[in-house]
């Protein structure tokens, strides 16, 4: 979990907006543009070459 003043600062590289963080897979998504920043071993990966479109959620455990 990335710490709330991180979260705070962080910005979608592409068009600005601000970010959410997405549990499964564990990324950051960016509403105004829709894009999909992944989190590897608790950094995110802020490079507009790895952002994709928003994954689909997971399905639930069962």
């Not at 608790?42 to 639930?60: D, F, K, N, V």
């Amino acid at each position: 979990m990335l710490s709330p003043d991180l979260l705070e600062i962080l910005r979608c590289p592409r068009c600005q907006g601000t970010l959410t963080p997405v549990p499964n897979p564990e990324g950051l998504h960016c509403g105004q543009c829709a894009l999909f920043y992944p989190v590897l071993d608790g950094i995110p990966s802020m490079l507009l070459e790895e952002a994709r479109p928003m994954p689909a959620p997971a399905p639930p455990a069962g």
